[in-house]
């Protein structure tokens, strides 16, 4: 199947660089995470592209096949974003061809990812810690406290019903 390299430019009220999708055979799905609905934006995307396009509620793919993922919460976005597809494939009239990718961009998003797991492992740690000190280490202290209180208030602490020790 052939595919095209497709570029998103941001709008009038969009932000970002400029977005290069450049499907493969083995990334050939756009996977549509928008709800309900399928997002018209996502379906431009797919007949632009050549790819697959894949409703990701209701279907679920491994990330080596997505070539781009589309999450759109408004249906004003939408409306722009596809008037500013069509005006941008008007002019284009051909998809430009995408930057061949540094092997040092590689490293470095290797070295992000793996940083982000470790610091997403440490986050994940602290969330469970302090879990078990609310769950169980707090009311057992409370409950402690509040034997203790019982025993000193009753003055049962120094009374003889207890033996002394030697």
Same mark, same amino acid.
């Given at each position: 199947? +052939?595919?095209?390299? %497709?570029?998103?430019?941001?709008?009038?009220?969009?932000?970002?660089? #400029?977005?290069?999708?450049? *499907?493969?055979?083995?990334?050939?799905?756009?996977?549509?995470?928008?709800?309900?609905?399928? &997002?018209p934006?996502?379906?431009?995307?797919?007949?632009?592209?050549?790819?697959?396009?894949?409703?990701?509620?209701?279907?679920?793919? *491994? @990330?080596?096949?997505?070539?781009?993922?589309?999450?759109?919460? &408004?249906? @004003?976005e939408?409306?722009?974003?596809e @008037?500013?597809m069509?005006?941008?494939?008007a002019? +284009?009239?051909?998809?430009?061809?995408?930057?061949?990718?540094?092997?040092?961009?590689?490293?470095?998003?290797?070295?992000?990812?793996?940083?982000?797991?470790?610091?997403?492992?440490?986050?994940?740690?602290?969330?469970?810690? %302090? @879990?078990?000190?609310?769950?169980?280490?707090? #009311?057992?202290?409370?409950?402690?406290?509040?034997?203790?209180?019982?025993?000193?208030?009753?003055?049962? +602490?120094?009374? &003889?019903?207890? #033996? &002394?020790? *030697?």
């Amino acid at each position: 199947m +052939a595919f095209k390299n %497709v570029k998103i430019v941001k709008g009038a009220g969009g932000f970002g660089g #400029p977005l290069v999708i450049q *499907p493969t055979e083995k990334k050939n799905k756009v996977l549509c995470v928008t709800g309900q609905t399928i &997002s018209p934006v996502a379906k431009k995307i797919a007949e632009m592209t050549g790819c697959e396009l894949v409703d990701g509620f209701n279907t679920t793919i *491994p @990330d080596e096949e997505v070539a781009v993922a589309v999450e759109i919460h &408004s249906t @004003d976005e939408v409306v722009t974003a596809e @008037d500013e597809m069509k005006a941008a494939e008007a002019a +284009a009239g051909e998809a430009p061809k995408a930057e061949p990718q540094a092997e040092n961009q590689n490293f470095i998003m290797k070295l992000g990812t793996n940083i982000g797991h470790v610091v997403n492992t440490f986050f994940a740690a602290g969330r469970q810690s %302090v @879990d078990a000190v609310i769950r169980n280490i707090l #009311p057992f202290m409370a409950f402690t406290a509040t034997i203790l209180g019982i025993i000193t208030a009753t003055g049962l +602490a120094t009374s &003889s019903l207890i #033996p &002394s020790l *030697p």
